[in-house]
């Protein structure tokens, strides 16, 4: 039943280190023409990929990636944004009711971005190419957007770095199955269940974390104990968490996805 497809997910790991080896256009444009083929509601496709190769693009992203060094050492990144722009100008040149501004056509169109973007990376990494994806393109939307003149109704919601691996990280383990597949409805977890569920990551992920030595000075400085306050304390914060929550809500309604 298995097949090549099963194994290349199965190896998928984030990619923070790239050679200098360019991308060339024309693999990206091939990866991109077969990557749009990804599910969009009502065959929509209200989203829009951004490459940038530009170095000195690039250097003006690199604060707004939180000083990610792949943003500058990978020779790509894609951006993929929530666009409504482009199909609000279509209705408008055909004189139909001028709608999507509002926050369900922002979920309807970055679950399409998120749609392809990870048909994108499937088939960068079936090429050998390896990617790394940034929480910080959703976190900083309204900054990235302005770097990369997003007009009304356009949001960069997923992006990654693109570039032919320098390392060969380990693959992650997830979360067994059995603690995130349901059947029928919802079976909620008794606190024995969650500390099963979550005892492996516990362990490997603190183990990880205490080898790099910044991360283990600053869990000894915070005096975390646990996965689970390196996630909410050091990582995500209650504080970035709002912050962020207002800029994109904010920025949403600059860019006129609010009306409700």
């Not at 020779?75 to 100008?89: E, I, K, N, S």
């Not at 603690?179 to 977890?189: A, N, S």
């Not at 790099?212 to 005096?223: A, R, S, T």
Request: charged share 25%.
């Amino acid at each position: 039943m298995l097949n090549n497809t099963f194994s290349q997910i199965a190896a998928h790991r984030s990619i923070r280190k790239y050679k200098d080896t360019p991308v060339d256009d024309e693999v990206i444009l091939k990866i991109a023409e077969y990557a749009i083929n990804a599910s969009s509601s009502g065959n929509m496709q209200c989203y829009s990929m951004i490459v940038t190769k530009d170095k000195k693009l690039r250097k003006e992203l690199y604060p707004l990636h939180f000083n990610q060094e792949m943003v500058i050492e990978a020779p790509v990144l894609v951006t993929f944004c929530a666009d409504f722009h482009r199909m609000r100008q279509w209705i408008e040149q055909n004189k139909a009711p001028l709608n999507f501004d509002n926050f369900m056509s922002f979920m309807i169109a970055s679950i399409d971005a998120t749609l392809v973007a990870q048909n994108f990376s499937l088939l960068a990494e079936s090429l050998g190419l390896g990617i790394c994806f940034m929480g910080t393109t959703l976190a900083n939307a309204h900054l990235i957007g302005k770097a990369l003149q997003c007009p009304d109704n356009v949001v960069p919601v997923v992006g990654f770095s693109l570039g032919y691996p320098d390392e060969n990280p380990p693959v992650r383990k997830r979360l067994s199955l059995d603690g995130v597949m349901h059947f029928e409805t919802y079976q909620d977890y008794s606190p024995s269940r969650i500390k099963e569920i979550y005892k492996e990551r516990e362990e490997l992920g603190m183990k990880r974390y205490r080898e790099v030595p910044e991360l283990k000075k600053m869990i000894e400085d915070n005096n975390v104990t646990s996965l689970a306050e390196v996630y909410t304390k050091l990582k995500y914060t209650r504080e970035s968490h709002i912050g962020y929550s207002q800029n994109l809500l904010k920025y949403l309604e600059e860019q006129n996805f609010m009306h409700y």
